[in-house]
């Protein structure tokens, strides 16, 4: 069985080198020439700084009651470095064959259009095996280490995502998706829907069984309830939901106020809620370990129910781009109290990459930051009186209209640092699953959940190579990708390279509960 | 000598594939089972339709004067695609190693807090050829098989650039920088200033008799002709640069309206000017073969000023969403028939790839048509008349203000399909710098500067590997990225697919007037 197969052989773990992780939303720390002990379950067991491999095997290894032959050393090479595996808060492992598939379209026809038709396409099971087994492999390349999968209506297929993680190693939250109402007129023959709010249950029900079966404790995969939104819901359907969670304690997912139309669209639907959220919280579906999608259009009276719930966000700004839905507020999220972490929401979202997920954040935040008045735009008066000093990097409203200097530091204070994307990747969305105590840091008593870094050195001798036809590093073994480091480079700056040009070719292995899931070809 | 060793031993080429570029705006074409033909100096002889090598040899190569032991035959593989190579249009070569490295300052503080520091230091050519052949390197990788480069004031570094464009075949267009005014008080010792305008036409001078010497007909590098902006020029040095332009008919490229602070500083410095575009008008800077970075705050004067001379726009998204300056309204642009290119802008931009700067387009046109009113954000109110129509996808503006039905157009208008992010890349480029009938296209008469494209191919067999540990494609010789196609894609799919989730690795050969310039490891 695929649970027990896990820890086979699996020795004690030694890992040597420089460990980056976030220390607090806008901090990294940097560990250098420093070791970290993983025993065989996955847990970290010993962080010890100024120490190499012979120190810790003289000083360490007979602390810890370890033998050398029964260790495995991974040493990270010269401006490698080691980073918590990324957690991915939202994705829709079905619609993985659509990525970069959504034309001109908006949340509502999308889903029409390209969506659910593919959906309702794994109802074939060997095109569901294809699909994920792409879309799990991808992801552990990307390194995610915990993905929270929205599967599709179909429990076979949901059930073998949830068999491919385990297989592979991935942390996962697989939620096999609830929807009984028709977004589009009446329900005929092919629509991709449940039968009834009870067919909802049931084959929730079914999912968590076949889940339990497989990983007893759900100590790697775990069933999440999923009621895909509530347009695509109906109150008994939700309300079901809500009893199962009173019941399980399971986690819960959704999405919430992505879009105007989806808004308006909502308050049509639920004219008995105050809100959105209200939705939600009537059927008992928001709290810890809740995890909403996108809340890109929250109302103040919203965001106060969110945080008093507990519930956390699923951010998903290429998503949030790509389908012109709008710019989530992520700096008034966090400042609510509200636990934020990163979704790619693959299709919705292009890339399958929490790092793009995290530079787009990053972007995007920019875009909430910029000037909404434009310069005066037609003929410039003369006379006016303006300073001269070159520092002065905003200019003044449009019709004369002056910005106030408190507009003005909201907007500045609205962009996402670095620092704080990748808070974002990995204790953020740590938070937003349940798991701030078990993930997304190095710290002794958490899981061995990582990966290592690797980026492109920029040697002197590669000046002769500009003559004539440059092949691809025919000297060097393996392809670093495009973050290219000349040497000056500090740390910090390292990583900031890392995140505006990293792709999964930096990602040189990846580790789940010490487990080594992926590698990449020497 | 490298302009005569550059087409030395040249054959002529076969080319057999799928053939793809821009027929319009909005439309791709696309050309199966076609054979192009390119003679020894890189131009395309001939285009054919149905044919194959064996039906090329039998009828084309007898019409050409062809014999078989003189062609190099380079056959697409199933799913591979020819493209146009990219034009970059507005590229800061000596940038390059701060690619990612820009923090959350905004254009005029990032200049001199990340960008004059790192400029100043290529006085050093040592240092300069490490980081341009790093540059040309990954900009061909990336397909770039036109350049726009800014350089530095330093007029050996400039020439260097210039010899390493050449020696590499890129085409390029490579401007020393000129700069006489400081932005951050009076120039001392250290500043990175020309020391005069007459200084500023001298280094020009010095630059275009080199890059003369060593390509006399421009035929791959060309001079240009390089006012970093108007805030760091006086009056005096825009003044001989235009004279300059009159003298030699060089073309020309700039920074304009870029970031609201920015405005308001020329507003403040030129009181004379009727704006920004005027300022350069008045210098006889304004023309065709004129290329102008930015473009996001124009005015409607001179957007019209700008049409009237024929001057064309370099999009940066990247950098204009990095450096927080604003969002270009392409669309505007374009229908008032200014022509427009992409410019990666490394380092405002992060990336040096163009295919980064297209994807960005599309995303950043989508923000431009993002709702500007929010859905009510208070308690939402009941009893309202809403429909329930699934399709609806916008809902009403805050305070109950709707959006007219031609605000609502002109927002849904202003997105960027991938047709026409890949036009920008290509045929909008050639537009802006003047070579419109010789690159950007696969058409008789025109040069083969293009790229051979390669997505990754997802295998029946792929199922078995999400069991345990993946090793990144062992079974496969090279790495395709991140692409992936499962074969039911249409072309205008697989495209799509490209431009949202391809890199370099999708760049499998590059060639610039027939020269072949990049090949990745096989």
């Known amino acids: 069985m695929a649970s027990s197969k896990q820890q086979k052989g699996e020795k004690n773990k030694l890992f040597i080198g420089t460990f980056i992780h976030s220390k607090q939303l806008d901090e990294l720390e940097f560990f250098h020439d420093t070791?970290?002990?993983?025993?065989?379950?996955?847990?970290?067991?010993?962080?010890?700084?100024?120490?190499?491999?012979?120190?810790?095997?003289?000083?360490?290894?007979?602390?810890?009651?370890?033998?050398?032959?029964?260790?495995?050393?991974?040493?990270?090479?010269?401006?490698?470095?080691?980073?918590?595996?990324?957690?991915?808060?939202?994705?829709?492992?079905?619609?993985?064959?659509?990525?970069?598939?959504?034309?001109?379209?908006?949340?509502?026809?999308?889903?029409?259009?390209?969506?659910?038709?593919m959906e309702a396409s794994l109802s074939d099971l060997a095109r569901a095996r294809r699909i994920y087994s792409r879309c799990v492999r991808r992801t552990l390349a990307h390194g995610t280490t915990t993905a929270v999968y929205f599967a599709t209506i179909h429990v076979a297929a949901t059930n073998l995502l949830a068999d491919l993680c385990l297989g592979a190693g991935q942390r996962a939250f697989v939620g096999r998706v609830c929807m009984d109402h028709s977004l589009s007129g009446p329900p005929d023959a092919n629509s991709y829907l449940d039968e009834s709010a009870a067919a909802s249950e049931a084959a929730t029900r079914a999912t968590i069984?076949?889940?339990?079966?497989?990983?007893?404790?759900?100590?790697?995969?775990?069933?999440?309830?999923?009621?895909?939104?509530?347009?695509?819901?109906?109150?008994?359907?939700?309300?079901?939901?809500?009893?199962?969670?009173?019941?399980?304690?399971?986690?819960?997912?959704?999405?919430?106020?992505?879009?105007?139309?989806?808004?308006?669209l909502v308050r049509a639907c639920f004219p008995e809620a105050a809100h959105y959220a209200d939705v939600y919280d009537r059927a008992g579906l928001l709290g810890a370990r809740t995890v909403l999608a996108h809340a890109v259009y929250l109302s103040p009276a919203e965001l106060d129910l969110v945080a008093s719930r507990g519930a956390g966000v699923a951010h998903c700004p290429c998503s949030n781009s790509a389908l012109t839905s709008g710019e989530a507020p992520v700096r008034v999220l966090l400042d609510r109290g509200i636990s934020v972490g990163l979704g790619t929401d693959v299709s919705g979202g292009y890339s399958a990459s929490v790092l793009e997920a995290a530079r787009l954040a990053a972007l995007v935040s920019r875009h909430v930051a910029m000037p909404r008045s434009r310069p005066r735009r037609g003929r410039i008066q003369q006379g006016e009186?303006?300073?001269?000093?070159?520092?002065?990097?905003?200019?003044?409203?449009?019709?004369?209209?002056?910005?106030?200097?408190?507009?003005?530091?909201?907007?500045?204070?609205a962009k996402l640092s670095v620092e704080e994307v990748l808070y974002l990747a990995t204790r953020g969305g740590a938070k937003v699953v349940g798991l701030a105590d078990q993930i997304g840091a190095f710290r002794v008593g958490m899981d061995w959940d990582a990966q290592l870094v690797g980026l492109s050195t920029v040697g002197e001798e590669d000046v002769e190579e500009t003559q004539g036809i440059t092949k691809e590093r025919e000297e060097e073994e393996e392809d670093r990708g495009n973050v290219d480091i000349f040497g000056w480079e500090s740390w910090e700056e390292r990583v900031a390279k890392w995140v505006y040009n990293g792709d999964d070719r930096n990602t040189r292995m990846v580790w789940v509960k010490g487990r080594l899931v992926h590698q990449r070809r020497k």
Chains 1, 2 share one sequence.
Do not use: M
């Open 35 to 117: 070791a970290v002990c993983v025993d065989k379950s996955g847990k970290i067991i010993a962080v010890e700084s100024s120490c190499d491999q012979k120190r810790a095997e003289e000083t360490l290894y007979p602390k810890l009651g370890w033998s050398a032959a029964d260790v495995d050393v991974t040493v990270g090479r010269d401006g490698e470095f080691f980073f918590p595996g990324f957690i991915d808060t939202h994705i829709h492992a079905p619609q993985y064959p659509n990525a970069g598939l959504f034309g001109k379209s908006t949340l509502l026809d999308w889903l029409n259009t390209y969506t659910f038709p």
């Open 209 to 264: 069984a076949h889940v339990r079966a497989i990983d007893p404790s759900f100590a790697l995969v775990s069933p999440i309830l999923t009621p895909r939104f509530a347009p695509a819901c109906s109150r008994e359907a939700l309300r079901r939901l809500g009893a199962l969670r009173a019941e399980t304690g399971l986690p819960v997912q959704t999405h919430i106020s992505e879009n105007v139309g989806e808004v308006a």
């Open 385 to 413: 009186e303006k300073g001269e000093d070159g520092n002065e990097d905003e200019g003044e409203g449009e019709g004369g209209e002056e910005e106030s200097e408190e507009d003005r530091e909201r907007r500045e204070k």
